[in-house]
């Protein structure tokens, strides 16, 4: 083998692991179940004693058909529940969406503060960011899915951790 060979192989093996390495995240974020793809499932740091936290996530359906997120288990909490929250004439409420919450063809629900989420109740440690927390989605057409939850900064307003940064609307990769 030559140097000018034993050089290319190097350097092309070094470019496929550096790929690698920026393609992994995103994919990693991206769970296809059916016709549904589940991305940016995160959650927030709890402080200690907090009994309570959320989940958040994005559910695309790209099928035809309706599907409808009817469940949630996880070790972490004793119980989870698919929550609404909404302000009504200033009175901001939150409610336990019973039924489930549909998901119509051709469309993206968000799961994400001030809306929809996962509500994680009776929890059994608090959430620490850096945390990876699984957690089962029951489907009504898709069954049950396996996602984890990325915890992030107490007061994080999304999946990157910025804590409330404004300026991050946008992420540049290479």
Same mark, same amino acid.
């Given at each position: 083998?030559s140097?000018?060979s034993s050089?290319?192989?190097?350097i ?12 992994a995240?995103?994919a990693?974020?991206?769970? =296809? ?5 589940i ?20 559910i695309e ?5 309706p ?12 119980k ?10 200033g ?9 489930g919450?549909?998901?119509e063809?051709?469309?993206?629900v ?9 509500m ?11 945390? =990876? ?5 029951e489907?009504?057409?898709?069954? =049950? ?17 910025d804590?409330?940064?404004m300026m ?7």
């Amino acid at each position: 083998m030559s140097f000018r060979s034993s050089t290319i192989g190097s350097i092309s093996g070094a470019l496929a692991c550096a790929m690698l390495t920026f393609l992994a995240p995103a994919a990693a974020d991206e769970v =296809k179940a059916g016709d549904l793809v589940i991305t940016q499932p995160w959650s927030r740091a709890t402080p200690g004693g907090a009994k309570t936290g959320a989940g958040y996530l994005t559910i695309e359906n790209k099928g035809s058909a309706p599907d409808r997120l009817v469940g949630v288990s996880g070790e972490i909490a004793g119980k989870i529940e698919i929550h609404e929250m909404a302000v009504t004439n200033g009175v901001m409420t939150m409610r336990p969406l019973n039924q489930g919450l549909t998901i119509e063809p051709g469309k993206t629900v968000a799961l994400a503060p001030g809306g929809y989420h996962l509500m994680l109740m009776e929890l059994k440690s608090p959430l620490k960011q850096g945390d =990876k927390l699984p957690v089962t989605l029951e489907f009504e057409k898709a069954g =049950k899915v396996a996602v984890t939850l990325d915890v992030q900064a107490v007061g994080a307003k999304g999946p990157g951790g910025d804590g409330g940064s404004m300026m991050k609307q946008h992420e540049h990769k290479m």
